[in-house]
């Protein structure tokens, strides 16, 4: 599995800075958790990780190779789960959990039972034929997940994973993304739940931009 | 205002369909009034003069002691109120000037005075009369009757009573000027030359030589002293073509007829009143009928278009204010709070809509009369005009409400979800329901013909309306059965913008609209083209061909002649002679070339079947052509004899027919026999120095007697020019074979001589017709034959007037320019020893309205001292067709179809605008996730385009059995056509192009939607809050 | 206007879902005094939000009372339920904006807000009144477009407090702000709570909001599982005598497991039947 490295990498919107330049370097089993206030560029961070925004600055790279556009990270496995979901709201938790996997080449009947055991996974193996809008904002919060690990990531990119979920499923969820890294997959996790961070390898504080190791990666 | 300039594309949206239900209301009234303006006008143009004007005119004939009222007072016999519509009356005086003595030489005729008569004739020689006595002879008069400029002459006066008898007075009228008439509409359709020289038809007796019409001031008929006899008063009111409109014809219509029959008093003299005006109102009146049924059948149709799109964007725009509705409920508003709140918003933008509604509705009735009515004729906002408005206003009041009501009475606690619940299945709603129940029930009511009138008029879009939302509905839950199985299968493109589509809202609407709208674009080209196709064909079929002159006279073998030099192929100018019908009921003889006929005139409806035509051929013999004035043969071995009824003999005289070129017989004697002899000389005169045809072989005695016995005659010759003229062999002659009078049977083998045996029963004359000519006359039929006729053989009139036996070899549908019944014929057949009588019309058709054709023509013609009386053009023919409000109601269709297409595309970019934020987001969210830009814009326009291909499939399919239903209730013509070309198929080509001008607009329309959808479903929008 | 007192009776809702008959609250019973401020707490789908929207009377329970102030919302009218909402209970929504009317500005909106009111009394607070009272007084005539995610917070509760109502009901009104506009948010409505003694109901996820409040109810499983007084969490007798146990007890205390009550020193001990150590039923939150 690859190692996910960021070199220098900034975001800016206009003026706006919204992340100083960063180095990062995440291997392959690695849970990584991002903590701070609202605003001071977690998100931003990990879209720019996924190459889901340009970076004013800077450089990320999976597996030694550089990452161009968003089109390019999926390529290579980069998977982000935005916060507020980023489901598709036209089609079905199971079918917004298949298609990314269709997109990325995998046979129709792996794909079938790849979504069935990642909804199991995260308790909505019930839900699968509901429309998005049909659930709540915590079981979309899962659906998003689970078609994250539906996808066998090689990079897990979550914002605020856990921010609608009660604590019994916001344990769940932080297994099942410490089962993702043990998979082999490095994880990055934005949250701003000081206890969803503490169960993590190590954790990236962000204030205002500016990044600081509150624990750094071993 | 500000609630607006929040959603400005919403409100502009609303504003321009409420302006488009307005405009579709509003511009019905104000086309169709103008289109009655303009049909008034054409119809006042168009009317011969005497049609549009009301003449007065007060006679004393019937009692000469009556006094004659003056021009004045009869011109007050048109009321008052309607005097505005006319000009002011021309004033006159007619009275009798017959020069006295009264001798032969002296003619007789009428003596005239119009006010301003003088600016309406050329004056060719003096001046123009002024004083009493003085008079203006036409120009022919002064040559007839040496009535030069400064002659006098005298005529009969006024009568006067001395003792018991009535005595005229002398008036002596002087000759100040001459004149010749031309056309003018001052004179309402008078004569007043033409009549110079010629003799009047006197009742009994012979008649008198006449003069033409003497024009005089006034003062001769009324001055003092000795004046001329007044027979008739009289005014004439020519009608204000631009005073004129419909109404007033209309209303102009029942006070000429009741003028017409108003009494005379007692002890006056009775006025006499001729107008057309009454047959000109009805004439319009029919018009706008028809026009009643048209305008309101395509308005409708695109009103309920506009209305139906103006319902759905009405429910998308209030289902998107549901959150502020449940808002005005959560502040304690109620029901009644929440609608006004939807209403405060809504109502003064829809009913904004009616100020651009009325401005589009006559900015298009400006166009469309510019472009479409001849004329300049007034738009005029009357009453219709604004009840139509306040209709349009109803209806965006209406819609408006429901609309708002159906979300504001809803319960709190739905409204506040987030998304409506949505219809999974494919279960109808309430309101979906009951309009496919009532569409569908008056469509199968017109379907079965138990419907009709302007509800029956809008089926096409009833039919596209229970389709469409049948359709719709059935999309849905298909579409997300296929959806779902592609993407089971793998297929990730195909299945998501099928799944897409089957989940969003827009579909069922795209599917609905855009079926409505291909429907209407489909019916309204389909039934432009059909009126178009109709017209054409019926011009075509009333024209005969692109241009038809009438030739004065008679004179074919000129007319042929001159054709032969024009055009000697006979393919771009053709003769044709029509022989009137004889009698009501049989029909009209057409003489034609068949191959230059079949190649000029127009056949609508199909080309003529050449077969068919070929056998209009003639007996298919040379002519045996003599040319010379004296002839002589030689007869050998005749045995003719006669025997009397006593039982004497007689001598036997044989001759030849001759067919002069002009068809003229010449019953020419060769000479006689006596009995048994071996050889007799024969010799004969004819003036056939030009060629005549031997059309026959006779012989003659006294009636009574037979005649029989047999003779040879052969050397032909004729003089002086020495040319042998063959006569044999027997297969050039029919053999007379009569019961009644005998029989004629011919035998050689030889070209030299014939032999005849002749048995005759007692007829004075047995003639042995020249096989040339025809026996029967082989004819193309149409309508039917003669009344007593059985089988194909009949009489039809030939070309001289006399019956002439005839075979019907074919029937033709219609026959170019005739009605029915008409007999075509072979013109050379006809003209096989015929003569072409006086009252036979020769034409000459062309292929082309080609003016130097035309000139050609006429010159050639002119050499041989024919002239061309009339020309009439196909153009000319069409035009009459065209200038009629069924045609200008048609016209319409060009733009409802366009509208509705539009119409179409508006909903297209209402939905995309309504919904494009979240499916925008939705295609981030698979961005997101790695799905390719290709397959994320593939995906956005085939989320698009099977909805618009559907509609227009089905729209198209909708249109077509629409035309089908309503085209036989549309009316194409004024009046219809004498000969019916009717032909409602459908008109591929309008489908075709109406199907390509809906795929193109809507296709490329929701190709470039879908990619617009596409460039904005960066991944970014996923950042947006919310939905 | 003062706080009007709220209380629930045995509150049941039924509401079907796919075919089945699922229970959203199954038997509350809640009082809330006059002038309280309380946060309604619970994991997601719990019921809390359900039972938000009773109290406002947007629906009626299947079973039980509302009552709030003199009224009982379950056999209200319309017409009183409107009458109700036009003056003495308001219900902020979960997100600001679903609050304000798009097009108008906070005091139009304000305006807005006491339309029914002003029909009903005349004594409603000038607009500017109520929107200088939350704080927003500069933003007061600018378009909701141009306001931080904080002052439409403030927007919304500036609308909802437009008739001075004697009961807010607001759901999640911080879930989408900073820190520093959910402090804010809160600091006002404490200050609307203190100032004008309107009893406040919110509901919420955040701990760190529930902590800043001197009363929350826990709802779990349609029921009221617990109560925090400033930060301690306790359990709740229901009227007929049961006690749910807090989620991390369950955690140890399968369902089926025997338990003893056991009174020491004035303190029930819970004793489960397999253990002799009293300790081990204590366990840290």
Partial sequence: MPELVAHGLSVAYGDLVALQPLDLAVRPGQLLAVSGPSGAGKSSLLWALGAALRPAGGSVSVGGAAVTDREHAASLGVVVVPQGNGLASSLTAAENIIVPQLAAGVPADDAARRTADALTLVGLEESGNHLIEELSGGQQQRVALARAFAARAEVLLADEPTSDLDAANRERMVAALRAEAERGAVVVMATHDPEAAAQTDGELHLDAGVATWVRPLV | MTRWRYRPGQALALVALAALVAACAVFAPLYDRAMQQALTRTTIDGAPVVASTVQLEASNSEDPTIPIPTPEQVADRLPADVRGDFLPPILGYGGDADVIPGQASDPIGSLLWRDGQCDHVTITDGRCPDAAGEVLVSAADAKNFDLEVGATTRVNGRLYQRGNSVLAKTVHLTVVGTYTQEPDDFWIGRLLTGASGTLSQGAGGPGHIQHDVWLTPRETFNSSGATAAVTSSWAGYRIDADQVGVDEVLDLGSVADELVSLPTPPGAAPVSVATGIGDLADNVSDQIDQSRVTVPLLMAQLGLLAVVVLWLVLLAVTEQRRPEVALAHLRGRGRRGARRLLLAELLPVTLAGLVPGLVLAVVAAWVARTVALPGDVPLELRLPVVLALVLAAGVLLGITVVASVRVAREPVSDLLRRVPPRQSTWALGAVDAVVVAGCGAVVVLFATGGLEGPVAMVAPALLAVVVGLLLAHLTTPTAGLLGRRQLRRGRLRLGVSILDAARSPATRRTVAIVTLASALAVFSADALLIGERNRADAAEQAAGAPLVADVQGNDLAAVRSALDEVDPDGTQVTPVVRVPQPDENAGETLGVLREGFTAVALFPGGAPDQDDWAQLAGPDVDPTVLTGRTFTAEATGATLTSVRVDGTPYPVTLGLDLATPSGEILHTSLGRFDGTSDRVDLSGTAPCADGCTITGLWVSSLPGATISGTVTIGALQVEPSGDAVPLGPAEGWTALNDPSSGSMKPSSTSEDQLTVKVDGQGASLLTMPNAWLPTEVPTLTTGSLPPGTSGTDYEITGLDGEKQLAVQVGTLDRVPASGRPTYVADLDTLQRGRVVASTDQIEVWFAADDDGLLDAVTSALHDRGVSIERTTTLADVRDGYDASAAAWSLQLAALVGALAILIALLVLVVSAASSWRLRARDLAALRMTGVPTRSIRAMAVAAQLPAVLLGIVAGTVCGLVGAHLVMPTVPLFAVDPEVSTLDLSTAWVAVVVAVAAALVVLGVGSVLIGRALAARSDVRRLREAGL | MTGMRVSTRGLVLIYRSEGHEVAALSGVDLDIEAGEMVGLLGPSGSGKSTLLSLLAGLFRPSAGKVFVGPHELSSATPRELDALRAREVSLMLQGAVRNLLPYFTPIENVRFAQGAARVVRGDVPSPEEVVAGVGLGDDAHRPLAELSP?????????????????????????????????????????????????????????????????????????????????????????PDGFLPLPGHVRENLLPGTLVRFHLEDGNYLLLPESSEQPSEGRHRA
Avoid: K
């Fill in chain 3, 150 to 238: 904080g002052h439409l917070q403030l927007a919304a509760l500036a609308v909802s407090m437009a008739t001075t109502p004697g009961l807010l009901l607001a759901d999640e009104p911080t879930s989408q702000l900073d820190h520093e506009a959910r402090d804010l948010v809160l600091e006002r409505m404490a200050l609307v709570n203190r100032e004008f003694g309107t009893t406040i109901v919110l509901v919420t996820h955040d701990p760190d909001v529930a902590a800043t409040l001197p009363r929350t109810i826990t709802i779990r499983d349609g029921r009221v599982g617990g109560e925090g007084r400033s930060g301690e969490e306790y359990a709740v007798v229901t």
